[in-house]
């Protein structure tokens, strides 16, 4: 019974069981206010009734009163010093309550059998003041089933109640009361069951929600989701990362963003920093705050364009942008693009720092150009190396020349030119292999 309706798995009723105490402790002490209300107005209806007992009366309810504060005020109190065993407590109290139910009845009603004008509008205006009563007692469990139970006797005791004061000539007073029992048993099951179907629902949703979150927030890029109203739903803890945001820190609106770092964008795919909307209206943005600006000006446009099957590379509108963090130039790529989610279109900002990727793409150019460099000073540097060995060793052949001087200056300096060349020739060749067009000549 505790479980009916019941869920498709027991950790899933003990966390529907567990969010319930809250919202039962916030309705609890509520309760004594209707009773409150309900009892003064039938002490006001009392003073024109000509046969009110009032000793009756006021014993009646001191003993009402009692009853009250203690299923509400008393339960709500004592409920938490249990703390984390409060689930089991209100167990236990509801059975406990649901006991005391009907000794509470009879004892009303036999008191107002003895204090009360049997006068069929009297009989009927107590009747409905027990029935209410009773159905404001129902809301106090914990349990939803000891609801149905409670109304149910309230509705069987006022049917008695009828019956001895009109003794049994009212007798069609049972089938509507039978109705209602039947009625109101079946009301209380369709709310619970809808209820922890829409629980069930909801937390599994929390659940996909939750992992989804967690995927996102291992991810290296920086993601922003906000919704048309400028909300931010999502961001991950790499966006923090990446414009040096505490890690404690919650990112709640864009404005925040904006007012703690300046995101400059230089340009858009090839070429300018433009989006081309569905009226091809040319929009010029320069920064962060202005691409936002655009964005939500032409909300509805922009969610059409992305609604719409998007051509090749154009799912998303990709920027490159600057910003400065603690005194050091970053650069970032910029992707943004419009999606359905929840039912409504939200606009997704998603980060990338490229500050490496510029770093070694400026590396490689600087390379290149080395590499350019010592092919072309090579080339230049070989010719006079050639010449001047060709005049070295006209001078060796040359019979004036004395074999002191051959010996010991020029043939040491053809020797030096020769290492020196094969030096030059071996920066030409790895320039021509990493510019991939060396040359390979077989020879015998």
């Known amino acids: ?23 039962w402790h916030h309705m609890i002490f509520k309760l004594i206010i209707l009773m409150f209300i309900l ?5 006001l209806e009392d003073f024109y009734n000509p046969f009110t007992a009032w000793p009756n009366l006021m014993r009646s309810k ?24 409060q689930q089991r407590y209100l167990d236990i109290t509801d059975l406990i309550v649901a006991l005391l139910v009907p000794a509470h009845q009879i004892t009303s009603y036999t008191i107002a059998s003895n204090s009360q004008n049997t006068d069929p509008f009297w009989v009927g205006k107590e009747s409905l003041r027990f029935f209410g009563i009773y159905f404001i007692i129902s809301l106090s469990y914990y349990n939803w089933f000891y609801m149905p139970l409670t109304v149910s006797g309230a509705l069987i005791m006022a049917c008695a109640y009828n019956l001895s004061n009109y003794k049994g000539e009212q007798m069609l007073w049972v089938p509507t009361y039978a109705g209602f029992i039947i009625c109101y048993c079946i009301l209380c099951y369709s709310h619970e069951k809808i209820k922890r179907k829409t ?164 590396l490689k150019h600087t390379l290149e150009y080395k590499n350019r460099l010592l092919a072309s000073v090579s080339h230049e540097l070989r010719t006079p190396l050639n010449g001047n060995m060709n005049f070295i060793q006209a001078a060796i052949k040359d019979k004036r020349i004395s074999p002191g001087i051959r010996d010991k200056y020029l043939t040491p300096a053809l020797r030096s030119a020769r290492y020196l060349l094969t030096i030059i020739n ?13 040359r390979l000549s077989y020879s015998v």
């Open 39 to 43: 009892e003064t107005s039938r002490i």
């Open 199 to 362: 629980f069930e629902s909801e937390f599994i949703a929390f659940g996909k929600e939750k992992v989804w979150k967690e995927i996102l927030n291992v991810l290296p890029q920086g993601i922003i989701a906000a919704n048309k109203q400028k909300e931010i739903l999502y961001s991950n803890e790499a966006l923090c990362n990446l414009l040096n945001f505490n890690s404690f820190e919650v990112v709640n609106s864009l404005s925040e963003i904006n007012r703690k770092v300046e995101i400059k964008l230089e340009s858009y795919h090839k070429g300018g920093s433009e989006i081309m909307d569905m009226n091809s209206e040319t929009i010029i943005v320069s920064n962060f705050a202005e691409l936002q600006q655009q964005v939500w000006e032409r909300w509805d446009s922009l969610s059409k364009r992305f609604d719409s099957e998007p051509l090749p590379n154009e799912d998303f509108l990709v920027f490159k942008g600057t910003f400065n963090s603690n005194g050091r130039k970053k650069t970032l790529d910029l992707k943004m693009t419009m999606k359905h989610f929840a039912g409504s279109v939200i606009v997704l900002f998603i980060f990338s720092d490229i500050s490496e990727r510029v770093l070694v793409n400026s």
């Open 62 to 85: 001191g003993i009402s009163w009692g009853f009250y504060i203690l299923i509400t005020l008393g339960r709500g109190i004592l409920a938490k010093w249990f703390r984390n065993k």
């Open 1 to 23: 019974m505790l479980t009916f309706p019941s869920f498709q798995s027991k950790q899933t009723y003990k966390i529907y069981k567990q969010s319930n105490i809250p919202q």
């Open 426 to 438: 071996d920066i030409l060749d790895f320039s021509q292999i990493q510019a991939e067009c060396l």
